[in-house]
């Protein structure tokens, strides 16, 4: 069984910034998803889930959806099946919630294979 585990969410005032993390929970996860990239989606209220970021295994690739390009960066650590979310320069349109995701490195096009819980992020001021 895979387990990824996400903290960090909470409330932000525009123009603010908030670190997301997300980790593989076990020596199992850890096994499974040591050559999967890493990502994260959101789902706004009222709307559909979609792409924000993703690094590959190696973690020398990323990719990021056009709204947040230049505010995200996401990295990861392979040391412990990690990845990162730094958000900064937030706006309201960035109120969702976040998921951690495990798959293919172009999940942009193709769904993962695993996800995490969800973290809630609120930009409001």
């Known amino acids: 069984q895979v387990t990824l585990v996400e903290s960090g969410g909470g409330l932000a005032q525009p123009g603010g910034s908030l670190r997301l993390s997300c980790a593989a929970s076990?020596?199992?996860?850890?096994?499974?998803?040591?050559?999967?990239?890493l990502g994260w989606f959101r789902e706004p209220p009222g709307k559909e889930r979609e792409f924000v970021a993703v690094?590959?295994?190696?973690?020398?690739?990323?990719d990021y959806a056009s709204s947040v390009k230049g505010r995200f960066t996401i990295s990861r650590d392979n040391t412990k099946i990690a990845v990162n979310l730094q958000m900064d320069n937030l706006q309201p349109e960035d109120t969702a919630v976040y998921y951690c995701?495990?798959?293919?490195?172009?999940?942009?096009?193709?769904?993962?294979?695993?996800w995490g819980q969800g973290t809630q992020v609120t930009v409001s001021s």
């Open positions: 076990g020596r199992t996860s850890e096994r499974t998803l040591s050559r999967h990239a």
């Open positions: 995701a495990a798959g293919p490195l172009n999940m942009d096009r193709q769904s993962p294979d695993y």
């Open positions: 690094v590959s295994f190696t973690g020398q690739l990323t």
